[in-house]
């Protein structure tokens, strides 16, 4: 089945960097854009950007830009996302989402990865 | 940037009622929206997609509508799976929004 499946909960201190990854199976990891979404406890989906696996093009949200860098290791058939700078308002639960784009244009996320949880505390 | 807006922000309910959770586009999306279900603890799923499209495995009780600005999702009769936070999000454009959320809880 179609899954993606994050790495584990992460700890950093403020001004350090996150790395996330997202492991793709149960389909052609360069056919469909991984996107990566926020949520801070209690909070709402908070949209990053996405990526295409196949040219390794990239979009970001204007709040990220200069801060995060969306990559990938099609051998293994894994996305990562970094974060820099990390600040205390960046704790919060992130999650890779797989885009599925319609011939009409329509586009949707599914599935999703089950979220990692990333700290930042001194 | 696109904004959208749902209401009610919360509400509460009973198994068997009918519910329907209002999203709005501050500007036309045509039919590029989609509804998405999170539990506590867990990943959002996709129940709707371009508006009205019910994705395989979802329950036949949940429905979407609309286009443009104003879209809808219907539950017609809440079971106590159902219990849970419903995002809507527009996918017209970048950044791929998301609606702040409406909690249905158990009246």
């Known amino acids: 089945q179609v899954q993606l499946v994050q790495s584990g909960a992460e700890v950093k201190k403020p001004g350090a960097s996150v790395k996330v990854s997202c492991k793709a199976s149960?389909?052609?990891?360069?056919?469909?854009?991984i996107n990566w979404v926020r949520q801070a406890t209690g909070q709402g989906l908070e949209w990053m950007g996405w990526m295409n696996p196949n040219s390794g093009n990239t979009g970001y949200a204007q709040k990220f830009q200069g801060r995060v860098t969306m990559t990938r290791n099609t051998s293994i058939s894994t996305a990562y996302m970094e974060l820099s700078s990390l600040r205390s308002e960046d704790t919060a639960v992130y999650y890779c989402a797989r885009d599925i784009v319609a011939t009409m244009g329509s586009s949707w996320f599914d599935p999703w990865g089950q979220g990692t949880l990333v700290t930042v505390s001194s | 940037d696109i904004q959208m807006t749902q209401s009610p922000s919360s509400l509460s309910a009973s198994v068997g009622d009918r519910v329907t959770i209002t999203c709005r586009a501050s500007?036309?999306?045509?039919?590029?929206l989609n509804w998405y279900q999170q539990k506590p603890g867990k990943a959002p799923k996709l129940l709707i997609y371009?508006?009205?499209s019910l994705q395989s495995g979802v329950p036949s009780r949940f429905s979407g509508s609309g286009s443009g600005t104003d879209f809808t999702l219907t539950i017609s009769s809440l079971q106590p799976e159902d219990f849970a936070t419903y995002y809507c999000q527009q996918s017209y454009s970048t950044p791929r929004v998301f609606g702040p959320g409406t909690k249905v809880d158990i009246k």
């Open positions: 500007q036309s999306i045509s039919s590029y």
């Open positions: 149960g389909y052609t990891f360069t056919s469909y854009d």
């Open positions: 371009a508006a009205s």
